[in-house]
């Protein structure tokens, strides 16, 4: 009967994929894709979908499309815009391949990039100034920090998702703020550009509180003409939040989020152990699936759904083995896809939806077998990326990039791009990149100096010019199977003026991200292919991004981490001191100076007498009374 | 006799000058030309020259306006200049320094008619002759004679040709000239002129003066100097010789200057001078001791403070406790289980469970070589990612599974893997944490943090495979000791004598102290009164271990590479579980959980001398500086010395020369030989740094006695050597003393700000050496024995042995610490033994034994030829007697 029903549903989507008319009719959808990872880790997806025409949208008529961000990309002559809030960093090694192959995320902080329409590069700049600006007021973000020195304009890691008429005049350009951190008053905006606020549907369930105590989160507005073959132009605004949420610190309440010890007969204890009493616990293990519940986790349950939705996609979605059981609340409709791993619920539009995971009963044979095998095991990425800092001191340093590729057969080719701030100086003839044999990095054995020079296939290098400009740095490499790669470069640190130095110098400063666009080996363009909403899901579900989708050369795109690069830093007291001193030896100096210039000298025997002669004198004279002082200086 | 004082001559200065003149010069000369005016223009009406002459015939009371109108008329044309030139700059110099109404009163009144009745007397009464006078010229000589009688009192007499002449007769010198010159003039009124010049020179005719009081008086009611240009006021008078301001005539400076230097000068070459610089060295040493014992008192120390605000020490709640002990016991048990087994087996045993955990782990390997040894193991670390964190920052917790004392670290392994289990449940850490477990105290953290920071050696430590962002913290737990304790122990040394901030120790005692009522203790006071006597034991105990500059605990690592850290060891016996010192560690994390920025506040150079007060750089400081100052001074003393010829050739030029004093005689310095000597000395030194530090532990006693032996000879054998080669004069040991003890100096004022301890140390150890001289009494050789045995006594291997002897560790041990902490962490206190302490010793040596021999060489085969630079004071009274 389930096989059955997932194979009706199965059939109805592509129904629905296919129909053209769907294309423009269905112009708002939403989806909670739900995923359950290794170590108690939860994966929730919140896609937002509108479409709007482009001749309504050229005439003002937004329905979906929210008007706010409508007449802004208008003003600013914006053709295509992407946005990006991160926090937190994605752990490649427990949870495997990001969300939507890493296409809605951004490194730590803010990152925008857009196409804009210009004829020159200063009417570009001028718009540019403009978007960021009018952006930063809209999302509360500080995105008019974004200036010369931040911007940058990517030429091989970024290609325009949409379709586009000309491609000749517009200008993409990249700005990143990585020290920007993502709160609330993100996210207030954020949901007020949905057509349901907030109120109603998956939304209900963004609360501040959770988000943002997530392990990592990111939240994305993708604005993009799309264009079908046959009908006309729509312009898509996509909203995305994924977060991961641990399991075990969302169930707690929130009346009581403070971790204390459980009470001693409450602690999970590994009773195997010889020692084992009621005073001493080994604890069991901490990776073991945890029952858990929507409103549990997220503290409240959802309500109902949107109304203006597309009642063809199901609201929300959960990525487990159908051999575990989800209990949902009455009257939701649950249909398991075909692949086994997945089932979606359609929630009756005015009903409070809540879900259930238990954990996997003990009977159960899979769950018993290892601790991960209740979830759907995550997909390997297609490379995983580590960069940090080498070198210690104030003068110089150095960057290293670990770059490994798990795939045992297939090599991978990738453009790694840095925008580093003017005051890494870097030395471009210290790039190397070396090759170590084997996952592991423990072999050392490196590679034949034929092999090792062809892992940098190109490189796009713009320099930085102080206090104007930042360090571009495009780099077009392959790393072979099963290999690991270490791209190494140094850099100088320049000092900074005493005036430039932001407010808590002393942290140091952000660099951000990296951004690596893995190329699709098949389509080596820009391919119009579609990502996948969930890590590796390529199911059921993929299929509800329905119309148009984005057209990606890039197959994966990941993101390392932000640096923090501590540069010299004067003792801020130091000018107060150097005021004082100089003052001090002004005044001596000065003083004494003054002194020989101005003062009269006279020899001793010239000036008028001092003592007690002349004082005698001076009486005698006074008895005298007419003899007065005679000529002065003769005696 | 005109003086104009202008070197040279220009239409600018003439203007500016006439412009300058006071208001009765100005007259006068206005009078004068329009007298002689009158005389050319009114000449056939009224005879003015007759009329105002000074004929002594016609001198009755009704023509006594003759005595006051001569000065101002004159013969001729030629007259008229030549004493206008004359009298201008005197008459002006004179109004000056009087002021106006004086002179006026004065020429006028007595000036003029003083030498008139002079002349009249002397004319009609004595000569019995009329010869009428006129001219201004009896002023001129009047003002010079004033003059001269005055330069006389400066410079009594100027020398022309050897010969002296006094100065006050300068102005009749000028008469003689007069009389030759121009034969008409009469001398007889110019020398009554003179007399009455003499006469108020010598101040005899001061009374005649207005009194002050009356010309201030006049000066205020008529408010002359408001109504008249170029008056010159009372107040105004100069009492100088020129001008009234500086600006106005520049040479008054330079003069001044000059005579200031001039009288520096006279003062360098007093030989008094040079007796000051072993009194002063001595001073410096005794103030620099004294000024460290002042530091524990109230008014030199300071209170400690928190100087970064975002730490908030002890303002949290902890929650370490409850069921979290017994997950303590059962990983205490699996601990105790590990004891004895090997490195690997441990971290094979440990890694699951940090795993277990949730963290990420790593292990690395390090292998080190030092004195013979291998120092080598794995180790294992964790990284707690902070839960919304983004790798930019972390703080790390060490637990080393044997402490410094190669105790096993008992609880504080478990300890430190039960806190990471509790920390792992909260969400509010901003930094990672890495849990660092390393097989000793001393290699595996070093190893980890130089890989940690890309400054290691690949061939003896492996790279980090996982890495997190900056560190700004690290806290070492050592918890060695089995039963409950009472306080917790500080340890915050590093390596080389660098500190941890102290705001960071500030708020262990903070946390440990005031919040959870657990007592502090540092440098191995167990019991601290807070009094003098325990605070002064503190700082030196702190001094001392600075000064050697070896690490202390697992911390000591980190701190060169700005992580500030400290090691926490519980100690005592008291009622304080495990979990106390957990809470303690729990604090002092979500402290530094609270930094935005790096640990910058508050000081990195600070003695502790108490949980609660320290000094800081400002007011240590100067007690190190002081004692190497000591040196540099006895070297500039030296070199200064050595430049001079010796005391009895000083005295021998003394006795030629019979008014000026001598010039100092200056000798040549010899620079080369001194120079290679003190090269060579330096250069040897790498002999036993590279020896102690390379050789293996068994042979280094053996290697320590073979040295001291060949380090006792040395001196002996080296000044023999030197003596034999070059037969060095005293000059040239003086030199070589003063370039070893300006590099001692040198090297040590500038370690004193790296390693403050250390530098003191040494200064005080190498303080003998200012003062070791050559033997100038008659028994030579005893003086010279008991010289070397001194020197001997506090030469380095002499201290070594005290030290060690003092430590009762023996040599061996001592020497292999040296080593190790050369190799693994780079101490660089052997170098300062070896390199500048060393070096300065053995130079010292050869100057004290090597001068008497060559003294006596010198004196008796080479004295006399080369003259006054050769020989010492001793070989030079023998070249005297003999």
Known sequence: MRQFLSLFWLSFLSLVFFSPSAASAADYHEQLVLRPLPQSALLASFNFRSNTTVSEFEKGNFRFFPRSLGQILQHAGTRELHLRFGLGRWDAESWGARPWDGAREGGTGVELWAWLEADTDEEADRKWLTLTNALSGLFCASLNFIDGTRTTRPVMSFQPEGDHATVSNLHLLYGVLPHEVVCTENLTPFLKLLPCKGKVGIATLLDGHKLFDASWQSMAIDIRPVCPADGECVLQIEQTIDMVLDIERSKRPRGNPIPRPPPGHELPCDTSKPYHSHDTCFPADHTANQDWSLSQIFGKPMKGTCPLTDPTVPPVCIHVPDTRSVFVSEGVRENKSASGASRCFEIPPSADFDMVLPRPSESDPAANQTPDSAIVPPETPLLYAERSFTGHGQERGGVQTILRNPSPDAAVEFIYMESLPWFMRIYLHTMEARVVAGAGGSAHARARPDESSSLIQQVFYRPAVDRARGTQLEVRMRVPPAATVFLTYDFEKSILRYTEYPPDANRGFDVAAAVITILDPDHPGPRSDQGSPAAGAGTSSSSSRGSGGGRRFAAYTLRTTTLLCSLPTPDFSMPYNVIIFTSTAIALAFGGVFNILVRRFVAADEGPEAGLAVLVGRLKGRLLRGAGQAVKGKS | ?882
């Open chain 2, 1 to 882: 006799m005109p003086t104009v004082n202008t070197p040279g001559l220009s239409l600018q200065r003439i203007y500016s000058y006439v412009n300058r003149l006071p208001l009765f010069t100005r007259l006068v000369v206005a009078a004068i030309v329009l007298f002689e005016a009158a005389a050319i223009l009114l000449g056939n009406w009224w005879d003015v020259r007759a009329w105002g002459a000074l004929a002594p015939d016609e001198l009755g009371f009704g023509s006594l306006y003759r005595t006051n109108t001569y000065p101002l008329i004159h013969t001729d044309m030629f007259h008229l200049i030549v004493n206008l030139v004359s009298v201008t700059p005197m008459l002006d110099m004179f109004e000056r320094e009087h002021g106006t109404l004086t002179t006026l009163a004065l020429f006028i009144g007595p000036l003029s008619t003083l030498p008139a009745l002079l002349y009249v007397g002397a004319e009609k009464y004595v000569l019995g002759l009329h010869s009428p006078v006129m001219g201004a010229s009896i002023w001129a000589f009047l003002l010079a004679a004033i003059e001269a009688v005055r330069m006389h009192r400066v410079h009594p007499y100027f020398v022309i040709a050897g010969q002296s002449f006094p100065v006050w007769a300068t102005p009749l010198a000028a008469l003689v000239v007069t009389m030759v010159l121009w034969p008409k003039t009469s001398a007889l009124g110019h020398l009554c002129g003179l007399a009455v010049g003499y006469i108020c020179g010598l101040g005899l005719l001061k009374y005649l003066a207005p009194p002050e009081k009356v010309l201030r008086w006049i000066e205020g009611r008529l408010n002359l100097l408001g109504r008249l240009p170029h008056y010159v006021s009372v107040d105004q008078k100069t009492h100088g010789r020129f001008g009234v301001l500086p600006m106005s005539n520049l040479g008054a400076t330079p003069v001044l200057i000059n005579a200031a230097t001039a009288s520096a000068l006279q003062l360098r070459r007093d030989p008094r001078i040079l007796k000051l610089p072993p009194y002063l060295s001595l001073l410096c040493i005794v103030v620099g001791v004294a000024w460290l014992l002042l530091l524990p008192l109230d008014q030199y120390s300071r209170r400690t403070y928190i100087s970064e605000n975002a730490l908030l020490p002890g303002q949290v709640h902890t929650y370490f406790s409850g069921s979290d002990q017994n997950v303590f016991r059962a990983y205490k048990h699996e601990v105790n289980a590990l004891v004895g087994k090997s490195n690997a087996e441990i971290n094979d045993k440990l890694e699951p469970i940090v795993k277990g955990l949730g963290l990420k782990t790593a292990r690395q390997n390090f292998t080190y070589h030092a004195a013979g040894h291998t120092y080598a193991g794995e180790n294992l670390y964790a990284i707690l990612q902070a839960p919304r964190g983004d790798a930019t920052e972390a703080i790390v917790l060490v637990a080393a599974w044997e402490n410094v004392k190669h105790e096993i670290n008992r609880n504080g392994v478990p300890l430190a893997l039960t806190l990471l289990r509790y920390f792992k449940r909260w969400s509010l850490w901003s930094k990672d944490i890495i849990l660092v477990l390393t097989p000793d105290s001393i290699a595996g953290p070093q190893a980890w943090v130089d890989a940690y920071h890309d400054a290691h050696d690949p061939s003896r430590v492996a790279s980090l495979p996982l890495k997190a962002g900056l560190l700004q913290g690290a806290i070492a737990i050592d918890y060695a000791q089995e039963s409950r304790f009472d306080s917790v122990h500080i340890v915050y040394d590093g390596v080389n004598g660098q500190l941890p901030n102290l705001d960071l120790i500030n708020s262990v005692v903070h946390i440990a102290g005031g919040q959870m009522g657990i007592g502090v203790a540092l440098q191995e006071m167990w019991r601290h009164d807070n009094g003098y006597s325990d605070r002064l034991r503190t700082m030196l105990r702190g001094m001392l271990k600075q000064g050697l500059g070896l690490p202390s605990g697992p911390h000591s690592s980190f701190i060169p590479y700005h992580v500030d850290a400290v090691t926490l060891q519980p100690f005592g016996e008291g009622w304080q579980d495990e979990m106390a010192m957990g809470r303690v560690i729990e604090g002092t994390f979500r402290s530094l959980n609270n930094l935005l920025e790096h640990l910058h506040q508050s000081f990195f150079f600070y003695l502790i001398m108490h949980r609660e007060r320290f000094v800081s750089i400002g007011t240590y400081l100067p007690s190190a500086m002081l004692v190497a100052a000591n040196f540099t001074i006895m070297a500039i003393a030296l070199w200064v010395k050595s430049g001079q010829a010796p005391e009895a050739a000083a005295s021998k030029s003394k006795a030629d020369t019979t008014t000026t004093p001598p010039p100092t005689p200056t000798v040549e310095r010899d620079l080369f030989l001194p120079l290679g000597v003190v090269a060579l000395i330096q250069s040897l030194s790498i002999v036993p740094l590279y020896l102690f530090n390379h050789a293996p532990e068994s042979i280094l006693t053996p290697l320590f006695i073979a040295f001291t032996l060949i380090n006792t000879a040395l001196p002996s054998v080296l000044s023999h050597l030197l003596t034999q080669t070059y037969a060095p004069t005293a000059q040239q040991y003086q030199l070589v003393k003063s370039f070893s003890l300006l590099l001692l100096g040198m090297f040590l004022s500038s370690l004193a700000t790296l390693n403050f301890s250390l530098a003191l140390l040494t200064g005080l150890l190498a303080a003998p050496l200012s003062f070791a001289g050559p033997c100038r009494s008659r028994r030579t050789t005893t003086c010279r024995a008991a010289a070397a045995v001194l020197l001997h006594a506090l030469g380095p291997p002499a201290v070594l042995l005290a030290a060690a002897a003092y430590s009762r560790a023996g040599v061996a041990a001592v020497l292999r610490e040296a080593a190790v902490g050369w190799h693994v962490c780079g101490t660089y206190s052997p170098l300062v033994v070896w390199c500048v302490w060393w070096p300065a010793w053995l130079a010292t040596s050869v100057v004290v034994l090597g001068k008497g021999e060559d003294g006596d060489g010198d004196g008796e085969g080479k004295g006399n030829g080369k003259g006054n630079g050769k020989g010492n004071g001793k070989g030079n009274g023998k070249v005297k007697t003999t």
